[in-house]
Every structure is written in C-alpha cells, then in structure tokens.
T-cell receptor
Framework: GQQLNQSPQSMFIQEGEDVSMNCTSS?????WLWYKQDPGEGPVLLIALYKAGELTSNGRLTAQFGITRKDSFLNISASIPSDVGIYFC??????????FGDGTTLTVKP | GAVVSQHPSWVICKSGTSVKIECRSLDFQATTMFWYRQFPKQSLMLMAT?????????EQGVEKDKFLINHASLTLSTLTVTSAHPEDSSFYICSATYDRGAWGYTFGSGTRLTVV
C-alpha cells in the first residue's frame, strides 16, 4: 500500500525556535493534510492543502504541497510550550482515504 | 462547526465480551466515516470506511466479522469489537467527512479500549 515517510521522528527544541518537518511519498496524493495529536485525544486538523505548489498559513504554521504532489512540509515559527504534541501528515486519494505518516513528536523546552 | 463526538472515551471489558463504540457527527451529515486504530507511539491505521446505508469497506488484514461496523444514519456510525481479546486493546478513533475529505476530516476524541 501507500506509505508516507515523515521526518524527523522527534524534535527537542527551545521555546522561540522555528521547527520544520516533512513528509515524502512514492505515490501521488490529491490532498495533503497536517494534524496535531495530544495524548489521549484524536488528531486535530491544522492545515489542508489542495493544489500542487500551494503554500498555506495558519497563524504561526505554514505548510506547502509539493509540486510533484509527493511531498509536503510543515513549518512552525517561534515555537511555544503548547506546541508540544505529535504532528502527523496525511495524504488523501480520490477515494477519500487518508494515509498517515508515522508522526513527529515535538518537545519544546521553556 | 464540524464536530465529531465519540463515545465512550474509555472502556475496560473482559476477554470474550463485545464492546460497541459510537461515532456521531453533531452539526453536519457525514456521508462517510472512517475507523482507525492506533497503538501506543504509532501512527493511525485505517481499519474500514463506513458509508451510510451500505456495507463497510475493510482494509486488508482487518477481520470484518470481528470489527462490525454499522452506519445506519448520516450522523452515526458504530464499531463493535466482538469477542474481544487482550490484543484488541488499543486506541480507536473515528473520523467523518461530508465531501470525501475535500476540506479535511474531523476526528473524534478516540476510545481507549482495554481488554482484561
């Protein structure tokens, strides 16, 4: 099946630093999605990307849909302690199914 | 808007019993709901796609007789884990969309199942 390679697996950063994570795939996706999951909760959608090359921001978050439709990145600027959590990328096909990356665990030190 | 409610949030059951988990879309009609399973420190694995009024489509390796899915209305899908065993202990999460994910999916808060 389709697989997404998400990196890095984990990040330990200082408050105020910028963060970057990305996902790559051997398959083409029609939509890329970025989610954040807190412990014991379901994922919450952060940003959705619908077109190749699209660059979208949501507050301190910026994400881009790669031109080849096989990759995407998420940047978080000026990190704060509440950014702590697990970030997942997900690619959607025409059938509407999502394939998730393995997640990036972010730790922010005050 | 776009709230998905999942119930219960946690359940402990004895081995051999069945457990039902509900997923409701509160403020929209969900033509499609998805059920995921997540083991600790792992990603979400899609179990099945549930379409209102039709049979669920299961992913390869998921036993349809063990994980019964019913999507009787546009706002409710249920997952029943039948004859549960300790290896079924996991975090089960549903998500819902009304437009094949064109705007992304809304996830429920998950159900922690522990089988003892």
């Amino acid at each position: 099946g389709q697989q997404l390679n998400q990196s890095p697996q984990s990040m330990f950063i200082q408050e105020g630093e910028d963060v970057s994570m990305n996902c790559t795939s051997s398959s083409i996706f029609n939509t890329w999605l970025w989610y954040k999951q807190d412990p014991g909760e379901g994922p919450v959608l952060l940003i959705a990307l619908y077109k190749a090359g699209e660059l979208t921001s949501n507050g301190r978050l910026t994400a881009q849909f790669g031109i080849t439709r096989k990759d995407s990145f998420l940047n978080i600027s000026a990190s704060i302690p509440s950014d702590v959590g697990i970030y997942f990328c997900a690619g959607n096909t025409n059938a509407g199914k999502s394939t998730f990356g393995d997640g990036t665990t972010l730790t922010v030190k005050p | 808007g776009a709230v998905v409610s999942q119930h219960p949030s946690w359940v402990i059951c004895k081995s051999g019993t069945s457990v039902k988990i509900e997923c409701r879309s509160l403020d929209f009609q969900a033509t499609t709901m998805f059920w995921y399973r997540q083991f600790p420190k792992q990603s979400l694995m899609l179990m099945a796609t549930s379409n209102e009024g039709s049979k669920a489509t299961y992913e390869q390796g998921v036993e349809k007789d063990k994980f019964l899915i019913n999507h009787a209305s546009l706002t409710l899908s249920t997952l029943t884990v039948t004859s549960a065993h300790p290896e079924d202990s996991s975090f089960y999460i549903c998500s819902a969309t009304y437009d094949r994910g064109a705007w992304g999916y809304t996830f429920g808060s998950g159900t922690r199942l522990t089988v003892v």
